[in-house]
Nanobody, 123 residues
Framework: QVQLVESGGGLVQSGGSLRLSCAAS????????MGWFRQAPGKEREFVAA????????YYADSVKGRFTSSRDNAKNTVYLQMNSLKPEDTAVYYC????????????????WGQGTQVTVSS
């Protein structure tokens, strides 16, 4: 069983930065792919970034490439999403999610989800 808790969201001006954290419980954390997703009001949930457990490969949505960086610290059971050059269109609730196997760039078959953290980027 894995429980995920996101933190680090808040209000930031356009062009600013935030770092989101996803703290996980469970001794098997290191064996989970970790994904980041976001959902804006009236929008579908969309993939943002992911990092695998097999080789720490990272994946990013085209909309955030070059601006966001995902990383993980297995010793701390924590995954991070560094967000730079934030834009108003990045405003959304951000969720972390975990799965053992499979495709990471879709929300399909993710086993565990956090409660989400609000990111608001003002112009």
């Amino acid at each position: 069983q894995v429980q995920l808790v996101e933190s680090g969201g808040g209000l930031v001006q356009s062009g600013g930065s935030l770092r989101l954290s996803c703290a996980a419980s469970g001794r098997t954390f290191r064996y989970y792919h970790m994904g980041w997703f976001r959902q804006a009001p009236g929008k579908e949930r969309e993939f943002v970034a992911a990092i695998t457990w097999t080789d720490d490969s990272t994946y990013y949505a085209d909309s955030v490439k070059g601006r966001f960086t995902s990383s993980r610290d297995n010793a701390k059971n924590t995954v991070y999403l560094q967000m730079n050059s934030l834009k108003p269109e990045d405003t959304a609730v951000y969720y972390c999610a975990a799965k053992r196997f499979g495709e990471v760039t879709t929300d399909r078959e993710y086993e565990y989800w956090g409660q989400g953290t609000q990111v608001t980027v003002s112009s």
